[in-house]
């Protein structure tokens, strides 16, 4: 392999990988005095605060947003509901723009209560994207359809691999004007037996918008909360970012690392620096 | 839908399901006195007692073996560990026949101790389950490679679809006789896109050799000793079924529930009971 090092300002800190302990302004400066060039914030932090104001503080620290986490989840046993998952998307999305994303992060959602009918879900989130498609063009924010690791079919994404993450944006945006893409994240996909030929062909196609990087454990302790350091699982994630930039991918490398029992139990500096070492070491 | 209820004649108990806590004579003895038509030991069992001792007892009962768990994981770090590991499933396969095993089940392992190199581990075990198959024809049992869900992929399974075990049993055995196919265990594959497509190409190429069931809770606690009873999870397990069955397979229902919390803590009697009862109505 013979990839260029990752330079700081290529990279970015989902802020769930501090653990939400401090308010979102606190994180930012951290994040930027660390010597990152991006975060991706969640709407919690944003949506208890003045989301002008932090927009203008990402934009006087020359931040990157490489990604607005999260939408609500689309499936829901209701006509009504679904209705208000999707304004309450539109709502998310104008907070998006303002803080100048480079994609809204579309974590779908599982199956709804009492459901056993994934394909029902299915169809639910391809109608829930589809309808918000039409604002994302709008407000100039890309929508990312992150498939979500099949143990999380259940709860949150019935999205489980790149290949059906791809082929709901090819078939709800088939001419492709750079509004519909695909969030990869290593955590979800390395298993993935289809994975080089999803990459090349998502990255072929333009729809790869963001890159989010993590390891696996070995053994894993929890399905939400255990994710690892880069380094520190078996994730290939040089391989990982070889397939990606052969793809064409050329935008930020993004760390999510959701760690109750190790890292959120860390000083968040310690934590930043650690993801800073790794990223030039192991990604 | 409008299938067959099934007939617990048709249905089978992989003693994990009782969590192994007494010897395997007791247990086989409970399983035919529930009714049911055959079982699916593991090897520790068999291994810790004598064999044809056990195989005369499954006789007499006219209970069938619908699988014999599981193989020696075949990727390690040395050629000599994966000379023994094929070597100690030729040996498991001679009491897999002993015992009237309607096949092997090959639970291929995960990834080498220090390694990250899936692709590596993969043609390992196609490489490992290529030096069984002579074996498996002439001890008359098959081998079925049973995909494992991603979330093992790191410790247990490098085969994580059906499509993928598909690929290799049509690789290593393009004519297929008879001696290598798949079990398809609906806990590891629910969640799969491709699934009805995969099950059908499985079925019409007659590679179905056993079917799993259990049900996938929401939440689960334990990425391995968490699996539900039929019924209290959200898979669609009738609809399963009849894919399964609409593919071709007519064979026997395979419950295996590994449940340390739960069922593992149940009197066996009751676990056999609610299985018998969950199989005739949800399944």
């Known amino acids: 392999m013979n990839m260029e090092p990752l330079h700081l300002t290529r990279c970015s800190i989902n802020t769930a990988t501090l653990g939400h302990r401090e308010p979102i302004d606190v994180t930012i400066d951290r994040i930027a005095k660390a010597g990152f060039?991006?975060?991706?914030?969640?709407?919690?932090?944003?949506?208890?605060?003045?989301?002008?104001?932090?927009?203008?503080?990402?934009?006087?620290?020359e931040l990157k947003v490489t990604g607005y986490c999260r939408s609500t989840y689309f499936p829901a046993s209701t006509q009504a509901q679904r209705v208000a998952n999707i304004q309450s998307n539109v709502q998310a999305l104008n907070d998006a723009a303002e803080l100048g994303a480079e994609c809204?992060?579309?974590v779908v959602g599982g199956l709804p209560e009492g459901s056993r009918d994934l394909c029902a879900a299915r169809s639910q989130v391809k109608d829930g994207i589809g309808a918000l498609l039409e604002q994302a063009r709008k407000?100039?924010?890309?929508?990312?359809?992150?498939?979500?690791?099949?143990?999380?079919?259940g709860e949150r994404s019935v999205v489980n691999t790149i290949d059906q993450a791809h082929a709901i944006a090819r078939e709800l945006d088939p001419?492709?004007?750079?509004?519909?893409?695909?969030a990869l994240?290593?955590?979800?996909?390395?298993?993935?037996?289809?994975?080089?030929?999803?990459i090349g062909s998502a990255g072929k196609d333009k729809r790869i918008l963001a890159y989010h990087v993590s390891d696996w454990l070995v053994p894993t302790t929890d399905l939400?909360?255990?994710?690892?350091?880069m380094g520190d699982g078996v994730i290939d994630l040089k391989g990982f970012r070889q397939r990606v930039e052969n793809a064409g991918y050329a935008g930020m490398v993004e760390v999510e690392i959701f760690s109750r029992d190790n890292w959120w139990k860390r000083p968040p500096d310690e934590v930043l620096q650690t993801c800073a070492a790794r990223l030039q070491s192991v990604c």
């Open 37 to 61: 060039g991006g975060l991706a914030p969640w709407r919690h932090e944003i949506e208890a605060t003045d989301v002008r104001r932090i927009a203008r503080q990402i934009r006087a620290l």
């Open 104 to 106: 809204f992060v579309m």
């Open 139 to 153: 407000v100039g924010v890309p929508l990312a359809i992150e498939p979500l690791h099949p143990m999380y079919a």
């Open 175 to 182: 001419y492709h004007d750079g509004f519909l893409g695909i």
């Open 185 to 198: 994240d290593v955590y979800h996909c390395w298993w993935d037996p289809q994975l080089e030929g999803a």
């Open 224 to 229: 939400l909360l255990d994710r690892g350091m």
